[in-house]
């Protein structure tokens, strides 16, 4: 493995303009300037870490990066792209060397900029299980960065969810880091297809906070850290190629991510192979001096991160502006920093960068094409997940149903979307711009979805507050109607601007405000309720919820469901309870008609959890990778069984899975392949997500009860049947044995497929013997 001091060799090219910078230049290539920061909160701290340096100063020698110059402020896209095709002319004519500048720019659910479309957040990505179709929305997110001049994008995030209490689980795809590492790096894959540099983010341990709380202490054990939040990463790198990584804000056992060689160099570059871009979360290197306290000024800063692996300051120049200084004086080894600059040079080289042609700047471009929307709307359907039904779905559209639409979000654009979407993000600072793009609501999605049905509103309550005037009003509409519509959950926002997103942590897992005591009021009143969540975490919903009941098998106690609404419906409490529930993770421009879509039953739900629903704040963190003791046991009063289990969700027709085979035995170094009859044994077509899952039955360390290995969507006609194969590399059993080495161990494991983690609907075993 190389040491980290050590200078690569570039490319001619890049070994030329090496040689020919002097160290201003170098310096100039590592940084990047938020040419048009303006008062709004839109990354952290941004407020306090304003850069007091003139643009024209910042770029005399060149300029390494371009910090989102679409996505602060609304800017008409074309107008934009004008300036900056003229800027980027002018760095290759007024500049020594010519070298133009990369620009960045958010893309977690949709290209950040004004009038361009917003998809379904991450977690939603995960709820689809539908890594495919998450590469076409790489694909088009791409193209609308590439013409407008951008060439890396800030996504995606490969945070394996840890506590639903953290305010950013919205921007993660899955408690698993199979679901998160398959579905991540379809992304990357599509949006590297178009010439887009994809980043990851947040290396290393970011989600895995005390607590659940942004920017706070990881104290997870290297276990922990190597076997479930690195592979992910390592799934994007090896299998993903991608370009770019972002370091984490947080320590690990009390060492900075950002200052710590061992992630950043050791595991990333020297056992990955990793030859990309290391680029700093905004901030984050001059955060080891004023959070992280590890560094005495912003030289030191600067020099613990460089030397860790960080080759870009971003958004602004902070502490790098003291690298020439460092070098001229000895206290920094010049080949630390060629290192970097090589390595920022070698990505515009492979971009295109050193030999574009800024003279025709496009003019007309549609940033939410009827592609887009296609896209998102596929996506949205695909992601909404049915969590209870006792018959009132699908709505029987005939005649004319009186329907009441009640709920702080049933006419809200923005409970649609993420903490990272445009809307929410920086049209929130500019209340007088319009969105630029159609965002219909669900009670718009249903008005145009049911024609014929009679719709009266009421909007109950707020998101937040306490206040219930609003009641009488909601609980009259509902009194009236046919069936009820009740739709409640979050708002995104950033650093207390909301209910989730940035900073915007929690530590109740219950619904925001007063909005549980709204959904109980309409059910009260009789009519049949349906529940839909629109929310960026899960949420206790227990109270709102049939329960399940037990399973059998190694899961014992963990509860089971065969994927029926009768099953899931056969105890229930005397308490009146939604007739129905359902959970969308922001859904995005299309969310309000994909939803609609689902409730008149032209679309069949088909999405899965891709995070457990918890059953309260006090049992977290808690996740269905837990090992024997991690679950409900005689011991202990607390209970942290979820109310619907990871991988748990209904359609509108019924599968049973049979008959799974596999060799009886696999080597360790070999390939595990499954398979399994799927039929549809309901009354329509629909879709499944077939999944397989493993448990190690005698290791060295304590293993998950349950692990997912493989999973697959398929859709069949009604009364029909298909094979399922799974080919599952024998490595993804992998975990770090007692001597710290991660490694397949030989043994008895045990295979099953089911509608849910915890559900062993047709089970085999196998037996894994040494490789060779």
Same mark, same amino acid.
């Given at each position: 493995?190389?040491?980290p ?15 020919q910078m ?6 100039a290539?590592l ?17 306090e ?26 800017v008409e ?7 900056l095709?003229s ?17 960045h ?16 957040t ?7 299980? $539908?890594?495919d ?5 790489g ?19 490969? $945070?394996?969810?840890?506590?639903? &209490? ?17 579905? +991540? ?5 599509g949006m590297?297809?178009?010439g ?15 607590? +659940? ?11 922990e850290?190597?076997?479930v ?6 799934m994007a790198?090896?299998? +993903? ?12 056992? @009390? ?16 056992r ?9 979360d ?5 955060f080891?001096r004023t ?37 001229? $004086?000895?206290s920094?080894a ?15 080289e ?14 007309a ?8 929307r296609?896209l998102?709307?596929?996506?949205a ?18 005649g004319s149903? &009186? ?7 049933a006419d ?8 990272y ?5 920086v ?27 009679e ?19 909601a ?21 207390? &601007?909301?209910?989730v ?8 897992l ?24 629109l929310?960026? &975490? ?6 709102a ?16 469901v065969?994927g029926s609404?009768?099953?899931? @419906? ?27 879509a689902?409730?008149?039953g032209?679309?069949?739900p088909?999405?899965r959890?891709?995070v ?5 704040a006090?049992?977290q ?9 991690g ?19 209904? @359609?509108?027709?019924?599968f ?30 629909g879709? $499944?997500v077939?999944q ?17 290995i ?10 029909t049947?298909?094979?399922i ?19 397949v161990?030989?043994?008895r ?16 075993t196998?037996?894994?013997?040494a490789a060779?």
């Amino acid at each position: 493995m190389p040491s980290p001091h050590t200078r690569p060799r570039f490319s001619p090219r890049v070994e030329g303009l090496l040689d020919q910078m002097t160290l201003e230049e170098k310096q100039a290539q590592l940084v990047g300037f938020w040419v048009d920061q303006g008062d709004e909160l839109v990354a952290p701290m941004a407020g306090e870490k304003k850069t007091s340096t003139r643009y024209e100063e910042a770029t005399a020698h060149g300029i390494g990066h371009l910090t989102r110059v679409y996505g602060t402020r609304p800017v008409e896209p074309i107008a934009r792209a004008r300036w900056l095709w003229s800027e980027q002319s002018r760095l290759q004519t007024q500049t020594r060397l010519g070298i133009p500048a990369l620009v960045h720019e958010e893309c977690l659910t949709g290209l950040a900029a004004w009038q361009a479309a917003t998809f379904p957040t991450p977690l939603a990505w995960g709820a689809s299980f $539908d890594p495919d179709l998450v590469e076409q929305v790489g694909r088009v997110i791409g193209s609308s960065m590439r013409a407008l001049g951008i060439h890396q994008g800030l996504a995606p995030v490969l $945070d394996v969810i840890r506590d639903p &209490r953290w305010g950013r689980v919205d921007e993660c795809i899955a408690e698993d880091p199979l679901v998160v590492g398959t579905i +991540g790096t379809a992304y990357v894959r599509g949006m590297q297809a178009e010439g887009v540099h994809a980043t990851l983010k947040h290396f290393v341990g970011y989600s895995a906070s005390r607590a +659940g709380r942004n920017h706070a202490p990881v104290s997870a054990g290297r276990r922990e850290i190597e076997d479930v939040l690195l592979p992910p990463f390592e799934m994007a790198v090896r299998e +993903g190629g991608v370009r770019s990584v972002m370091n984490s804000y947080t320590d690990i056992d @009390g060492v900075p991510v950002a200052a710590d060689p061992y992630y950043l160099d050791e595991v990333l570059r020297g056992r990955w192979g990793f030859d990309g871009v290391v680029v700093s979360d905004y901030f984050s290197v001059d955060f080891l001096r004023t959070m992280h306290h590890v560094a005495a000024d912003s030289a030191e800063a600067a020099a613990l991160a460089l030397t860790a692996g960080i080759d870009v300051e971003l958004p602004s120049p902070d502490a790098y502006t003291t690298l020439a200084a460092q070098v001229r $004086d000895g206290s920094l080894a010049p080949d630390i920093l060629d290192r970097a600059v090589g390595r920022v040079l070698a990505q515009k080289e492979e971009l295109g960068l050193l030999d574009a042609d800024f003279t025709a700047p496009p003019t007309a471009i549609d940033l939410d094409s009827a592609e887009h929307r296609t896209l998102a709307r596929r996506l949205a359907e695909k992601s909404i997940v049915l969590l209870s039904n006792d018959g009132v779905l699908p709505l029987d559209p005939s005649g004319s149903p &009186r329907i009441a639409v009640i709920g702080p979000n049933a006419d809200s654009a923005e409970a649609l979307m993420g903490c990272y979407s445009f809307v929410n993000h920086v049209l929130a600072h500019h209340p007088e711009v319009p969105a630029g793009i159609a965002l219909p609501s669900v009670l718009e999605g249903l008005r145009a979805e049911l024609p014929g049905a009679e719709f009266t509103t009421a909007v109950g309550c707020d998101v937040e507050g306490e206040d219930r005037s609003g009641f009488p009003a909601a609980v009259s509409a509902a009194t009236e109607a046919d069936v009820a519509v009740v739709v409640v959950g979050d708002r995104a926002g950033l650093f207390g &601007r909301g209910t989730v997103g940035e900073g915007n942590d929690v530590d109740s897992l219950e619904l925001p405000g007063v909005q549980r005591a709204l959904v109980e009021a309409i059910v009260a009143t009789g009519t049949p309720v349906v529940l839909l969540a629109l929310t960026g &975490r899960p949420y206790a919903l227990d109270w709102a919820l049939p329960h399940r009941e037990g399973a059998s098998g190694m899961t014992a106690g963990l509860g089971s469901v065969n994927g029926s609404a009768a099953t899931v @419906g056969a105890r229930r409490s005397d308490r009146p309870r939604p007739a129905a529930v359902l959970q969308a993770f922001f859904p995005g421009e299309e969310g309000g008609p994909a939803v609609a879509a689902v409730l008149s039953g032209r679309v069949s739900p088909s999405g899965r959890l891709p995070v457990s629903l918890p059953r309260s704040a006090g049992a977290q963190p808690s996740s269905y990778l837990h090992a024997a003791l991690g679950g409900r046991t005689d011991v202990t009063s607390v209970d942290p069984t979820p109310v619907r289990p990871f991988g748990f969700g209904l @359609g509108y027709t019924t599968f049973a899975h049979e008959d799974l085979t596999s060799a009886p035995t696999v080597p360790a170094d070999g390939i595990i392949r499954a398979s399994v009859l799927v039929r549809n044994t309901g009354p329509r077509e629909g879709s $499944d997500v077939v999944q397989l899952y493993a448990h190690d039955e005698v290791a060295s360390v304590a293993r998950p009860v349950a692990q997912l290995i493989g999973f697959q969507r398929v859709t069949l006609e009604a009364g029909t049947e298909q094979r399922i194969e799974f080919t599952v590399p024998a490595e993804r059993l992998a975990f770090t044995g007692t001597d710290g080495i991660r490694r397949v161990e030989p043994g008895r494991i045990r295979l099953w497929v089911g509608s849910a983690c915890d559900h062993e609907e047709t089970v085999t075993t196998i037996d894994i013997v040494a490789a060779g």
